[in-house]
């Protein structure tokens, strides 16, 4: 019998497993993960291969090592880094390739690599005073669950879509989806006024395949990050657990967070290649789509229809709660507590109940905006470590802090 099980080996996943084995001292045989890919961050790594994605968002003290600034100074110690710019100087932002190195030297340390199970998990239920555990490869048991799914699920796409036949319209975090797929020559229009949508724009404009649009709703929102950092001190953490309230966290998180911006250093990029007419930057939105001799015309409301052969949406990932059909059933099943958003109600020290931990997603009730990010990852590994610790009382401070309990409603 296991003594941890985690299900989802992305981002936070791994970064638990490696606190669970380098901090908390626990024997990695008694640690195991269980994630459909064979590697780490699998399903991270598409999407950045997806979108063209050069830096980070985060900063380099947000990493999956033990220390804040273990992937800076793991990199330090490597000279071969020193010629491929491994950081954005502000905020040492890491390339991709130094932190997906520093993610696999973090596996390789914890042996992480050997805990690994390929799977999914499809039913988690109370058995004898542990976890059983039904998986596409078995059954497992286990003492402690963390569910660490990320919303790689649940791709935001528009009605008009599903007007355009498959081959012309496609979504930038589908697992089939292949920058190098876009046709020589063919007028591309990428759809979202994000991060994604910028990424993915400026990386088909350099691969000289033909002219690319990038239609947005909005202006470009400039934010170096897709929430306030005060969000990760003290100050406004305090005021966010004050309020046992869900629906009003619910209410706060979705103020705080920057969505649809970009960072000023590609919003820069952007305007340069708007300049050089490289990407035509357009507000507008589509509120019709079809296909009309031979190419897809976008219906923007007024004047000519926009014609172009393919469209590519960055249009984010739905707000719903992640995990599908496993986390309806543990809420059906056992009535755990949840939120008027669906999102589950939990402690400080982010246990659903005993023995069930969450992370990620499925933790941002009680860890706020940067929940999903790395921030939120190296946030909840704090809070399980305090509690494992026996510190059930936890401090008022923005990383492992106490608070009223929330209500369900």
Request: glycine content about 10%; overall charge positive.
């Amino acid at each position: 019998m296991l003594d941890w099980l985690i299900i989802g080996g992305g981002v936070h996943g791994t970064h638990l497993a490696a606190v669970l084995v380098g901090r908390v001292g626990i024997d990695p045989g008694g640690l195991a993960i269980i994630d459909p890919h064979r590697r780490s961050l699998a399903a991270w790594d598409r999407r950045a291969q997806a979108v063209g994605m050069e830096y980070l968002r985060s900063p380099g003290v947000h990493n999956l090592g033990l220390g804040p600034m273990d992937l800076i100074t793991w990199a330090d110690a490597r000279p071969g880094w020193a010629s491929s710019e491994p950081f954005m100087a502000r905020y040492l932002r890491p390339s991709v390739p130094v932190f997906r190195a520093h993610a696999d030297a973090v596996c390789s340390q914890h042996g992480l690599g050997l805990r690994r199970i390929v799977g999914t998990a499809e039913r988690i239920r109370p058995w004898r005073r542990r976890w059983r555990i039904e998986t596409t490869t078995g059954r497992l048991d286990a003492r402690n669950v963390i569910l660490a799914l990320g919303a790689t699920g649940h791709t935001s796409r528009p009605d008009w879509a599903a007007r355009l036949p498959p081959e012309r319209v496609s979504h930038v975090f589908d697992e089939e989806f292949l920058r190098e797929d876009a046709p020589t020559g063919a007028h591309l229009v990428v759809v979202g006024g994000g991060i994604s949508a910028a990424q993915v724009a400026l990386s088909l404009a350099g691969s000289d395949r033909g002219p690319v649009t990038l239609l947005m709703r909005h202006r470009v929102r400039r934010h170096m990050f897709d929430s306030d950092p005060t969000w990760l001190g003290p100050v406004r953490m305090a005021e966010f657990l004050s309020d046992p309230d869900p629906a009003s966290r619910r209410r706060t998180i979705a103020a705080s967070r920057h969505r649809g911006s970009i960072p000023p250093e590609l919003a820069d990029r952007l305007a340069t290649q708007a300049r050089r007419g490289r990407v035509l930057v357009r507000r507008a939105e589509v509120e019709d789509a079809r296909v009309r001799g031979g190419a897809v015309a976008l219906d923007l409301g007024s004047g000519d229809p926009l014609v172009c052969d393919r469209v590519v949406l960055a249009t984010g990932v739905d707000p719903a709660r992640p995990g599908g059909e496993l986390v309806d059933r543990l809420v059906r099943e056992l009535g755990l507590p949840v939120a008027p958003c669906g999102y589950p109600v939990v402690d400080p020290a982010l246990r659903w109940c005993r023995g069930l931990h969450v992370t990620g997603p499925l933790a941002e009730l009680e860890l706020g905006p940067v929940a999903r990010n790395i921030a939120g990852a190296r946030r909840a590994a704090d809070r399980l470590v305090l509690a494992l610790s026996g510190s059930e009382r936890l401090s008022s401070d923005g990383r492992m802090a106490g608070a009223p309990a929330l209500s369900a409603r």
